[in-house]
Structure formats: structure tokens, C-alpha cells
């Protein structure tokens, strides 16, 4: 699997990325705002893009939309702090394949990825009982 990182947080993006690369996920690119979200995956077309919600220039929300016209094939996970209900709903109606909190385990988090490549969308606990009952 082909994963860019898109977070303002440094720190956090590292942390990602050697958790990635340890369990055998390619990190092929980095972003710190949505705008260089949308250029990074139109040009290194990953597989998957895992996109915080709050950033400078261009929020992930915008940017998953944007990217998602031109690529709809390329997979968008949110990776955010947010488990407010509108941030959740909106992060799907704007084409996001899961919603990750990033209080969770490491363990979780790579077992969710993995998820995703056989086809099981990943949500933090809790998020998908309430995301079915508002749809």
C-alpha cells in the first residue's frame, strides 16, 4: 500500500511514518496543507491518503473533495481529533472511505489500514454506529 500523509503536526507525521514503514506501508509522500494534498496526490497517485481535517491553507474537508473529482479512486481516510457528529458526516458526503481518531492505538490503527485493503471501511469506535443512524 502507497500512503501520503497529509498533517500540519511534524512531529505526528514522523511518528506516522515510522509506524508505516515498520509494518511494511510505503509513505510516498508528505503534506502540510490541503493544497499541497490535492498536488501530492495527483502527481504520486497513492493508494491511500491519510488526511487531517484542521490545516493552514486549505482544509482536509476541501481537499478530499477536490481530490476525489479528479481521482475518485484514490482512498481518503480522515485522521483527525474531531468526533464531532458534523465533522464526521461532512468527511463522508465529501468522499472520505473512514474516520480515524488519533487517539487510537497503534495496534488499531494499523489493523484498520489493513482493513481497508480487504475492503472494510475504517471508523473509530463508536463513529459508525452513529454515522448509520444519521443515514
Known amino acids: 500500500m502507497r500512503v501520503l500523509l497529509v498533517d500540519d503536526h511534524q512531529l505526528l507525521v514522523e511518528g506516522l511514518s515510522s509506524?508505516?514503514?515498520a509494518h511494511g506501508i510505503a509513505v510516498v509522500g508528505?503534506?502540510?496543507?490541503?493544497?499541497?494534498?490535492?498536488?501530492?496526490?495527483?502527481?504520486?497517485?497513492?493508494?491511500?491518503?491519510?488526511?487531517?481535517?484542521r490545516m493552514p491553507v486549505c482544509d482536509g474537508l476541501t481537499a478530499t473533495r477536490l481530490i476525489k473529482a479528479q481521482r475518485p479512486a484514490i482512498k481518503i481516510v480522515i485522521l483527525t481529533t474531531?468526533?464531532?457528529?458534523?465533522?464526521?458526516?461532512?468527511a463522508?458526503?465529501?468522499?472520505?472511505?473512514?474516520?480515524?481518531l488519533k487517539s487510537i492505538s497503534g495496534k488499531a490503527f494499523i489493523e484498520a489500514l489493513h482493513?481497508?485493503?480487504?475492503?472494510a471501511p475504517p471508523f473509530s469506535p463508536g463513529l459508525?454506529?452513529?454515522?448509520?443512524a444519521e443515514f
Open 19 to 21: 509506524m508505516l514503514d
Open 30 to 53: 508528505v503534506a502540510g496543507d490541503g493544497r499541497a494534498a490535492v498536488a501530492q496526490a495527483l502527481a504520486l497517485e497513492p493508494d491511500l491518503i491519510l488526511m487531517d481535517l
Open 82 to 90: 474531531s468526533a464531532e457528529d458534523q465533522d464526521l458526516f461532512a
Open 92 to 100: 463522508i458526503q465529501s468522499g472520505a472511505s473512514g474516520y480515524l
Open 115 to 119: 482493513g481497508l485493503e480487504e475492503g
Open 128 to 132: 459508525a454506529a452513529r454515522l448509520l
